[in-house]
């Protein structure tokens, strides 16, 4: 990846930074709404701490792919960040993954406590049901409500709280394969498949158009995942922030456990060669989004 | 309340179990759609439990009052109680309220674990804002969104989510009567102003209308927590089919410990006069609102 792509990468997690600071701040005197001030600080503590953005990037370079860059894709963009951002506050709490430590700092409940951490949990995904509605996202009504329908699913019993279900219940028992894949593809594809897709939505792109964007993020999705569970082997907690080694603490089967690491990274190779097919019709104009591709398979964190 | 009011409002609630029932039913083999069975298992046992359905009711009464009583207004209904259900879910949890018993049954926790228990409230949660987009709620996209919005802002924060925090934050210390006033109107008041509003606009409603019934929903709420306090000090466990005294226990000042059980009971007259005044235009036609606000205040369990 050029310099000048990564400064952009950095740029946009930036914007997204800012944004997720206004939403997550005191109201105005004037709207006369109350944000219990604890509350409010677990929130941003779960929120704005220094995470990649990928999701809400993977937003904004699409949108941005079919002529869209204003404030509302990024808005809709960190609509979807909230959503990850409660998964991560909930599957820290000592009933799920139980984790001290999240980007080098303490988790949530470790910081506030149980309670607190849950309805943080609870406040940043009812927020962000708030935070796509907003006009500014999309001027057609009919969007934004798709836009919400969507993210709901992609997150709810049919995406990610459903994937989260399937990886507590498979520890310690053997998984196959294809239950891993089925598993995958709903606790951290359906976010990264919504990613690209809404942002095709935002920018008015034609039908086929969408559809493409949808392979795409699917594709960057089991990318993400695959390089994940690489890390999870390979990489040292000080490079990441958090505990690694868990899933096989927790005997849990993963992708590379099953494939070995050569393999896995031969179906990255075929996967990034996808994204690539995918973005081939837009030509020149599809380069950062085909950089942020490379970006999540290299990462070291 | 007549008998035929009685058996009016155990109609509607068979009504919106039916809905629910359907919502967290299998998903059909063509969606394509996994739901985890221990997920989707734990949600109706948060969710199908005999509940009294009073939100879903008020929705469906008030919308009725304007000239619509049809399915989709009982789907918008259902995705308020969702919320409501989830919430009843979370604030069970060990780290929150430590409840054994919900309507006479293990809460969700007990009858599966803590994980699955969490996870159950974030997709129950989740999927309310799936079912309010749904296009038999409302032929109009906007109104759609509006509800779906409104719905996230008296659930988040600022609603429901910030005033169980201010009722934690409360424990073992002393409340202002203003306090108390504050989080109950966020806590309990913010959903059931909803119930009602949500009804008014899923009728199309005229603005002034809207406004009235917000206001009858507020003074609802009212009522409802003060009976609710009421009832906490007076019933048996065996009545409410849950743990009694809760509040004493957790050193929470309460209205009733603040005013004494005359001066609550007084209120209560006060407010279900006002509920009439304001429902007074609608003659005849509002009578069944009336007798649910009735039945409100002077409920056993």
Chains 1, 2 share one sequence.
Do not use: W
């Amino acid at each position: 990846m050029t310099f000048e792509l990564k400064q952009h990468l950095t740029d946009q997690a930036t914007k997204v930074e800012i944004v997720l600071k206004r939403l997550l701040s005191e109201p105005p005197l004037e709207a006369e709404i109350t944000r219990p001030p604890r509350l409010l600080a677990a929130m941003r503590h779960g929120a704005l701490n220094g995470g990649k953005r990928l999701r809400p990037i993977l937003v904004m370079e699409t949108a941005n792919l079919f002529g869209r860059a204003d404030e509302g894709v990024c808005q809709a963009a960190c609509a979807l960040e909230l959503i990850h951002c409660y998964s991560l506050v909930h599957d820290d709490l000592p009933a799920m993954d139980d984790d001290d430590l999240r980007r080098g700092q303490p988790t949530v409940h470790k910081a506030y406590d149980e309670a607190t951490a849950i309805l943080a949990g609870d406040a940043l995904l009812t927020l962000a049901f708030d935070v796509v509605a907003e006009e500014a996202v999309h001027s057609d009504a009919t969007i934004r409500l798709r836009l919400s329908r969507e993210l709901s699913r992609a997150s709810g019993i049919g995406g990610m709280a459903g994937g989260q279900m399937l990886d507590l219940e498979s520890e310690h028992r053997d998984r196959t394969e294809a239950e891993i894949r089925r598993l995958q593809s709903m606790k951290t594809g359906a976010l990264l498949r919504y990613a690209s897709r809404a942002g095709a939505l935002l920018a008015n792109a034609p039908e086929l158009d969408v559809e493409r964007m949808t392979r795409f993020g699917e594709v960057v999705g089991l990318a993400f995942q695959l390089a994940d569970d690489l890390l999870d082997v390979e990489a040292s907690p000080e490079d990441m922030g958090k505990a690694t080694g868990k899933d096989a603490e927790a005997g849990k089967a993963t992708l590379v456990g099953l494939l070995g690491a050569d393999q896995t990274r031969q179906e990255l190779t075929h996967l990034l060669n996808e994204a690539d097919t995918l973005l081939e019709p837009y030509g020149p104009a599809a380069e950062k989004l085909s950089a942020l591709a490379q970006f999540i398979v290299n990462r070291k964190s």
